[in-house]
């Protein structure tokens, strides 16, 4: 009976963690089928400007984690989680009244930078509660439930947009993280102990960073959640282009990066079981050099042509995505792993860093596609094969301690 109690705990926890982090990507992915009316809307003219509507908040992402998860280690994990929603909420009734582009980037600026401390603390949260390949094991289970939402966003967000306009995707998410705070304060207890609280001070932060860039494994695993996130978030924000401009779909665009989508969830479920029995490091390398090669075949394939038939790029998409559902939680987990003493910091440092990597190259590659997708597929190769040679770097040179 009390294995049972504990294994409902578990599943609850996970659960949680999962939608905590959802809500980020409810805000990017949701509003992808209504870039369109947003563009008439505020009189958008390039197709290319209405990216920074999905990359922008990934700035906010970044920048926001410094803050909320250093603040975190002084004052407990929930209190900065409210206060995130908090700016969240006011971020995205700025978004609903904006009238120009440059309104509504600097209200998803500001949704980011609230989004960041579910997002990040969540991180802290697990990391006080497991460590190792138990860590990657809980990660994963929560990467499996986090992708249902990227599958199902768009969908949501294409209904929303077929009865109301694309405001109300806005107040859609500010309900869904209303919902999502009430189940964290009625379940979610402080995990941060009271005798391991820190006095907020500008030396901790210092003392922290110091110590964070004095771990080579952590700071080579976050570069290559840096340049991973970078291929993937090209992917998120021209996704747009790729599939309604070039492949002529509207409507049908929401089930395809469902379908895409899926593939990642099923690698992050997979990944919950072979974690124990492989481990992080063989796992991450493997998919590493799947998503490497296979980017490198479509490169040759399609180099100079135009795009293949929506099956074989769905295919090569799908592979890709399915060696991201390996890669994402198991980088994450081994740059966290040394830096447990640290969590909130570190997952702030973690995140900031990798974003601040990922959002100017998802920025430059996306700059590149205008009637092909070949460059998406491009960035995956470098941002992979770079990957490689820093994980070999990191087997070949000292350890630290």
Not at 302 to 330: E, H, K, V
């Amino acid at each position: 009976m009390q294995s049972k109690t504990k294994e409902k705990s578990e599943f609850e926890f996970i659960a949680l963690m999962a939608f905590l982090m959802a809500n980020a990507a409810l805000a990017i992915d949701a509003i992808l089928p209504g870039l369109n009316g947003i563009g008439i809307s505020l009189n958008v003219i390039e197709n290319n400007d209405l990216q920074l509507i999905v990359t922008m908040i990934l700035v906010g992402l970044g920048a926001g984690q410094l803050v909320f998860g250093t603040l975190s280690d002084s004052f407990g994990r929930k209190p900065m989680v409210y206060a995130g929603a908090v700016t969240f909420i006011i971020a995205s009734i700025i978004c609903i009244y904006a009238q120009t582009l440059e309104v509504i980037l600097i209200g998803r600026v500001l949704q980011g930078i609230g989004l960041s401390a579910p997002r990040s603390i969540s991180i802290s949260i697990i990391r006080d509660s497991y460590s190792g390949d138990n860590m990657a094991r809980v990660m994963s289970f929560i990467t499996a439930i986090f992708i249902i939402v990227p599958m199902v966003a768009p969908m949501v967000g294409q209904l929303i947009l077929d009865a109301y306009s694309w405001k109300y995707i806005f107040i859609f998410q500010i309900f869904f993280i209303l919902l999502v705070m009430l189940w964290f304060r009625l379940r979610q207890r402080e995990t941060l102990a009271k005798e391991n609280k820190k006095k907020f001070s500008a030396v901790l932060f210092y003392n922290g960073t110091k110590e964070f860039f004095s771990i080579k494994q952590t700071v080579v695993y976050t570069i290559i959640s840096g340049l991973i996130g970078g291929a993937f978030f090209v992917y998120l924000s021209a996704s747009k282009q790729v599939f309604q401009d070039q492949y002529d779909l509207s409507t049908n665009f929401v089930y395809v990066f469902g379908a895409l989508a899926f593939s990642m969830g099923l690698a992050s479920f997979s990944n919950s079981f072979l974690v124990i029995k492989f481990g992080m490091k063989k796992l991450a390398t493997y998919f590493l050099v799947l998503f490497s090669l296979s980017s490198l075949i479509y490169c040759l394939l399609f180099f100079g042509t135009i795009n293949p038939s929506l099956t074989i790029i769905m295919t090569f998409f799908a592979i890709q995505f399915l060696a991201l559902g390996f890669i994402f939680g198991n980088i994450r987990s081994l740059a966290m792993e040394p830096i447990g003493h640290i969590a909130g910091v570190g997952a702030a440092i973690n995140g900031f860093v990798s974003t601040l990597m990922s959002v100017p190259i998802a920025i430059y590659i996306g700059s590149f596609l205008t009637t092909t997708a070949l460059p998406i597929f491009i960035g995956f190769f470098i941002c992979g094969i770079v990957s490689l040679a820093l994980l070999m770097y990191l087997k070949i040179s000292p350890t630290d301690k």
